[in-house]
């Protein structure tokens, strides 16, 4: 019943926006997506939320292979809120957000009341990559009325990597912002597990072992290898080549097998960003975020992000 509400909901939201001005269409649609995040917020066990383009995709890919594994499930279909629930009910639904559309529809902007007493995953990564990932994924995956819906740049803008993360709207300061008021408020998260993607990459089968306990398993030293070596970008890539997981939608799939950068899976690379920049520009972001954001997650003050 819940698949005809959302599909019926869906098409009259755009039947509706046709006849409005732009902004009052954007804002019809942020409260549709809202609605149908809170449905599951209200449902799940879980939270895995991190700003757009902070590994969650991979992070995903891993979760699904452990829960393949252990619960002896296909391993072309990646775990979505309840498909892997309703195979078989031990495990549980997890709410994956980038925690933008939910709030709006809560009202909680400035506050993470939406998560004080729901088990929560943090994904984080540092932003300096964060948006120059983003910048790729709006110039080759993006749908436009996303971008418009968003503030991103206009879809056929010419831009540079330097304007793309310079931009007021979804660029560096926006992620600062977004890392920010999570810092905030992490002490008022009652369970709560921390991840960088830094991390993940340096120790993967550690860092995956801190996200099973969380979901109440038990490590399982033999899955843990296997899932590492599943999700290897090279592995993740050939399988984006194959469109290995077209049960599970575009989420994992090359928009032109020719062109690398149109992958979900591109470089994955732990301080990749000083690749698009000269070192003048390169100073420029990193005293941003020296400047601008919260300690608490080792991005400052020089950090790498490598451990």
């Not at 009052?24 to 942020?30: D, M, V």
């Not at 506050?111 to 964060?130: A, C, E, G, M």
């Not at 400047?291 to 991005?299: D, I, M, T």
């Amino acid at each position: 019943m819940h698949i005809v509400i959302k599909r019926l909901t869906k098409w009259l939201v755009r039947a509706i926006s046709f006849f409005l001005p732009e902004a009052q269409a954007h804002q019809l649609e942020r409260w549709r997506r809202g609605r149908e995040e809170y449905w599951k917020y209200r449902r799940c066990q879980y939270i895995f939320a991190s700003y757009g383009k902070s590994g969650r995709t991979w992070v995903r890919v891993m979760i699904s292979r452990y829960y393949q594994l252990a619960y002896q499930l296909p391993d072309n279909i990646l775990m979505g809120f309840d498909n892997y629930h309703r195979l078989n009910n031990e495990i549980p639904k997890i709410f994956f957000t980038h925690d933008n559309y939910l709030r709006g529809y809560t009202g909680n902007l400035d506050s993470k009341k939406d998560f004080y007493d729901k088990k929560t995953i943090l994904l984080v990564r540092k932003p300096q990559d964060v948006a120059v990932s983003q910048f790729f994924q709006w110039k080759y995956r993006m749908r436009p009325a996303k971008k418009s819906m968003n503030k991103y740049p206009p879809h056929e803008a010419d831009i540079s990597v330097y304007d793309f993360v310079k931009d007021p709207n979804q660029g560096l300061g926006h992620i600062i912002e977004f890392m920010n008021n999570w810092a905030r408020e992490l002490p008022n998260i009652k369970q709560l597990l921390v991840v960088r993607y830094e991390d993940l990459r340096a120790r993967p089968e550690e860092e995956m072992a801190r996200i099973v306990k969380f979901l109440e398993m038990e490590p399982n030293e033999a899955f843990l290898r296997d899932t590492v070596e599943f999700a290897s970008v090279e592995n993740l890539r050939k399988k984006e080549e194959e469109n290995y997981f077209w049960r599970s939608g575009s989420r994992v799939q090359a928009r032109d097998v020719k062109n690398p950068d149109t992958f979900k899976v591109r470089k994955a690379k732990v301080g990749g960003y000083k690749d698009y920049f000269d070192d003048d520009q390169v100073a420029e972001l990193d005293d941003m975020v020296d400047s601008q954001l919260l300690p608490v997650f080792g991005y400052t003050s020089g950090e790498t992000g490598e451990a």
